[in-house]
C-alpha cells in the first residue's frame, strides 16, 4: 500500500515538472522574437534559440521580423478632376521593435491596414487621373512615406508601397482612346508638314546649287536618262531640252524683224503711173 502511494506521488511529480518544463521552455526560430512579461511587466527581448522563462510568472508574445505583404482592399476614390476610379495597392512592411509593436498597438497588421486604406483615399484623391495614370511611382513614394511616418511610432517599418491597378468608367475609356487618337493624327500631320519643309529646304538649296553652273543640269538630266533606261518593262518619256532649241529661236527672232520691215517710199509698185498734171476720175474723162 505504501508503495503504491509513493508511486503515485512520483508520477504526480513527473507530471508536474514536465508541465512546469513545457512551461518555462520556449524555443525561437531565426526570424522570431520574444516579448516577455514578467508579472506584467515588461521585461528584456529573447531569441532567438531557446528560452527559458519563470513558470505562472513570465508570459512570451513571439513577433516576427519578416516582411507583411499587405493587400489594400479597392478604394473608391474621386479624383481631383471630379473623375470617379477604382484603385488597388499593396504594401510591404515589417517589425523593427518587437517591444513597441506589442505594446503601444493592439493589432499592427490590422492598424497598418487601416492606416494604408485612409492614406491612399487621401493622397489619391488630391492627383488627377493623368498624374494617377503616368506619375505612378511619385505617387508610390508619397504614401510610403506618409503611411510609415504615421506606423514608425509603432515600431513598424513601411518599405515599399505600390498602386497595382487603376479601373476607371468605360466611357471615360472610350474618351480617353479617342483623345489618344486625334494625338498620334496630329503628330503624324506635324511630321508630314516637317518633311514637306525639309524637302523643299533641300530643293531650294539644289537650285542654288545648280544654277552656279549650267553643266549640272546636263549632268542631272544624263543620269535621268539613265535610270530610265535601266527599267526594261517602263515606257521612255525622251524629254528635249530646251537649250538645244534656243539658238533656233534666237534666229527665228532675228529673221522676224527684216520679214515684217515696211516698203520704202520711194519705190512704187509696179504698174503705177506717175504725173505730175492733175489726176481725172474716171467719170471726168
Given amino acids: 500500500m505504501t508503495l503504491a502511494i509513493l508511486l503515485v506521488g512520483l508520477g504526480v511529480l513527473s507530471v508536474l515538472a514536465l508541465t512546469l518544463a513545457a512551461a518555462s521552455v520556449r524555443v525561437l526560430r531565426e526570424y522570431e522574437r520574444g516579448v516577455v512579461f514578467r508579472l506584467g511587466r515588461l521585461s528584456e527581448l529573447k531569441g532567438p534559440g531557446v528560452v527559458l522563462l519563470v513558470p505562472f510568472v513570465d508570459r512570451l508574445e513571439r513577433v ?3 516582411t507583411v ?4 482592399p479597392p478604394q473608391e476614390i474621386i479624383t481631383r478632376d471630379n473623375v470617379p ?11 523593427i521593435d518587437p517591444n513597441r509593436s506589442i505594446v503601444e498597438i493592439q493589432d499592427v497588421l490590422s492598424a497598418t491596414l487601416q492606416i494604408a486604406q485612409t492614406t491612399l483615399r487621401s493622397v489619391l484623391g488630391k492627383a488627377e487621373l493623368d498624374t494617377l495614370l503616368s ?8 504614401l510610403q512615406h506618409i503611411i510609415d511616418d ?10 515599399t508601397v505600390e498602386i497595382k491597378d487603376v479601373e476607371i468608367p468605360a466611357g471615360m475609356q472610350h474618351a480617353m482612346a479617342r483623345q489618344a487618337e486625334a494625338e498620334r493624327e ?4 506635324i511630321i508630314d508638314a516637317e518633311g514637306e519643309f525639309q524637302a523643299a529646304a533641300k530643293l531650294l538649296e539644289a537650285a542654288n546649287l545648280i544654277s552656279r553652273n549650267p553643266v549640272t543640269i546636263q549632268l542631272r538630266y ?12 517602263s515606257t521612255i518619256v525622251f524629254p528635249f531640252p530646251l537649250d538645244l532649241l534656243q539658238p533656233l529661236l534666237n534666229a527665228a527672232n532675228d529673221l522676224t524683224p527684216a520679214a515684217a520691215a515696211p516698203t520704202p517710199a520711194s519705190a512704187e509698185p509696179a504698174g503705177a503711173i506717175a504725173s505730175n498734171g492733175p489726176q481725172l476720175a474716171p467719170g471726168d474723162q
Avoid: M
Fill in 64 to 66: 516576427s521580423l519578416r
Fill in 69 to 72: 505583404t499587405l493587400q489594400v
Fill in 85 to 95: 476610379a477604382r484603385v488597388t495597392a499593396v504594401a510591404y512592411f515589417r517589425v
Fill in 135 to 142: 506619375e505612378r511611382e511619385q505617387l508610390n513614394e508619397n
Fill in 150 to 159: 504615421q506606423t514608425e511610432p509603432w515600431g513598424i517599418k513601411v518599405t
Fill in 186 to 189: 496630329r503628330r503624324a500631320k
Fill in 222 to 233: 544624263l543620269q535621268t536618262l539613265r535610270e530610265i533606261g535601266g527599267n526594261e518593262n
